[in-house]
């Protein structure tokens, strides 16, 4: 059943992109990628719940269950500032994201077939677990607003302005503005991950190596937002920047 | 009842007829009346921009209403018959589909400008307030408005800019979203200068600064727009805080070089600057655009791009009349 829920929710994001592109592709933006995204926050609910109950505790045991739990949280704050904000095409550029780390996660030997009941972690590891994971949505997005924000500054550098891409991505300036709050909401999500993370009590299997890897994505973002704020940071730089970190710290994944 | 049209517009006569026939807008409505009776008509609408001028009406007999409606104008203007061969005629259908044309802007200067729905709504419910219209006008021109909403939502026919500063303003809200914190600068006291920098303070832009070789100049363009004048010098330092630059000196050489930029990056935390180049010999070297947050458009480029919006235009205009066509033929108006 829990698959079910997760074989919708990619086939919902994957519909939600391309029918985005396709309107984007005829110069139309489309009101109906957040509906689609929607109904696949649902579906991952569902999933994460499902899989929660049989787990009794967080479902971040396995890698499936991370990947899946980090494209709740890629969508739901895509759900949270893409229609606040107005960030148009945003669900466009998050759905083919989200439609990748699910369909990761649908490959066999990701996801526990039986899931077996966790003994009792404490509360630390679980905050750990969870904070961390939102904070890689929040980043993850802030990864997306930069490729929109590359794709804009490539096109207004070439002086091509005929797509509907170009018509339809919103300005550069409110890209940059929202991909900075979402490394701040990021980083200090990341932060209490972290402090969780050493106040978690140390067992002899625990991978130190985690633990450092994660300490050392905080301070690669933490040190970006230094860089922007005291310095100075040109659009593109901080947009590569953020992409680069963001596919960076998905070695802490790897070591998991 | 038979509906018709008489009007003359900028293809058809020149300014110094059209200005003849112009209505004030306090006027339209007492114009409405006063042609409806001038014409024998039962239902009159007056619609006066500044590129058109048309007589729509609504009278037993068409082709007798036309007649008595031209004779009455050349009368009134004291003109010869000769003006006769500025004026175009429409009757019954012909005249429904030609304001669907004008209400759509496919009759403008500027093809699918959006000004003239307004100025037709205008004159129709300034008609309607002086009691000129009755059952055959109203019913045209609501379903006028109709069919030029649809022709607006159907098709791309308002896309795209089509004059140079508009195009300039345009890129600009792309790259600064809303203008209210944007501040500019223009480089040279001349004519399109001026202007573009106008159509960037209608959108919101906050701050103006003009500098130019002559500070008594560069004064004078500053007081007409509510801004600053800075010394040709110092431009350089106004350079930290803009952060669009209008450049269009008589300078025979550039003017802004790469290191004039670089120097000022820092202090700029690295900002995103837009530099509108509309000086020929140009004003910025191409260089300058190789800096990153720099965005920089030559007078050239700025024309293209108001020449693709304006061809993209043209290319919409068959499906446009095509939706008119349909819409007419679908509501079987009265008078047509």
């Not at chain 1, 698959?3 to 985005?20: D, K, S, Y």
């Not at chain 1, 895509?78 to 990761?104: D, E, H, K, M, W």
């Not at chain 2, 791309?156 to 944007?182: C, M, P, R, W, Y």
């Not at chain 2, 300078?251 to 530099?275: I, S, T």
Request: hydrophobic share 50%; proline share 3%.
């Amino acid at each position: 059943m829990d698959r079910w829920f997760l074989i919708i929710a990619t086939l919902l994001a994957a519909i939600g992109g391309v029918w985005g592109m396709i309107s984007v592709h005829h110069g139309i933006r489309s009101r109906w990628t957040v509906l689609w995204m929607g109904a696949a926050v649902v579906c991952q609910l569902g999933f994460l719940s499902l899989r929660g109950h049989l787990r009794g505790a967080c479902p971040l045991q396995d890698i499936g269950e991370i990947l899946v739990f980090l494209a709740w949280a890629i969508t739901s704050i895509y759900l949270l500032i893409g229609p606040a904000y107005r960030i148009s095409l945003l669900g466009v550029f998050t759905a083919p994201l989200v439609f990748g780390l699910q369909a990761a996660a649908l490959i066999s030997g990701m996801l526990t077939a039986l899931p077996v009941r966790e003994l009792p972690t404490g509360v630390f590891h679980a905050l750990h677990s969870s904070l961390s994971v939102l904070a890689y949505g929040a980043l993850a997005v802030a990864g997306v607003a930069g490729i929109m924000f590359l794709v804009l500054d490539r096109q207004l550098k070439a002086h091509v302005m005929r797509s509907g891409l170009f018509r339809n991505l919103p300005p550069a300036h409110e890209l940059l503005v929202s991909l900075e709050r979402l490394l701040w909401l990021g980083t200090g999500l990341l932060t209490c991950g972290v402090v969780a993370g050493f106040l978690m009590p140390r067992t002899p299997q625990m991978q130190h190596t985690h633990l450092f890897l994660a300490l050392a994505v905080w301070a690669g973002y933490a040190g970006l937002l230094a860089v922007k704020a005291v310095r100075g940071l040109t659009g593109r730089k901080l947009a590569l920047s953020t992409v680069a970190m963001f596919i960076f710290s998905l070695l802490v994944f790897a070591r998991v | 009842m038979e509906l018709f049209c008489l009007g003359l517009n900028h293809r058809t006569a020149p300014v110094e007829v059209r200005e003849r026939f112009a209505v004030s807008a306090p006027r339209l409505g007492a114009a409405a009346t006063e042609l409806t009776s001038m014409a024998e008509a039962a239902e009159g609408v007056v619609i006066s921009t500044c590129n058109r001028t048309e007589f729509y009406l609504a009278a037993p007999d068409a082709r007798h209403g036309l007649l008595q409606l031209e004779s009455g104008l050349t009368r009134r203007e004291r003109l010869d018959g000769s003006v006769s061969s500025h004026f175009y005629r429409k009757v019954k259908a012909d005249a429904a589909q030609h304001l669907c044309r004008v209400v759509s802007g496919l009759d403008s200067m500027m093809l699918g400008e959006t000004e003239i729905f307004g100025q037709v709504k205008q004159a129709y419910q300034a008609a309607l307030a002086a009691g000129a219209t009755g059952s055959v006008l109203n019913r045209l021109f609501q379903r006028a408005f109709g069919v030029g909403k649809k022709v607006r939502t159907e098709t791309s026919i308002q896309e795209g800019s089509t004059s140079v500063g508009n195009v300039a303003v345009d890129l600009a809200e792309k790259i600064f979203g809303h203008l209210k914190d944007s501040e500019v600068m223009i480089l040279g006291a001349g004519e399109m200068g001026r202007i573009t920098a106008q159509s960037l303070v209608s959108r919101g832009a906050r701050a103006i600064f003009v500098s130019n070789r002559s500070f008594d100049k560069a004064e004078e363009l500053a007081r007409d727009m509510g801004g600053t004048a800075v010394r040709f010098d110092d431009w350089q330092h106004a350079l930290e805080r803009v952060d669009v630059v209008i450049s269009s000196t008589g300078c025979p050489h550039a003017l802004v070089h790469r290191a004039d930029v670089e120097k000022v990056r820092r202090a700029r935390k690295f900002r995103p600057l837009f530099f509108i180049d509309i000086a020929v010999p140009r004003d910025i070297h191409p260089d300058v655009a190789e800096i990153e947050e720099v965005y920089l458009y030559d007078i050239d480029t700025l024309e293209n791009l108001a020449n693709e919006a304006r061809a993209r235009r043209q290319c919409q205009i068959a499906h446009c009349e095509l939706i008119i066509d349909t819409e007419l033929a679908k509501l079987n108006l009265p008078g047509t």
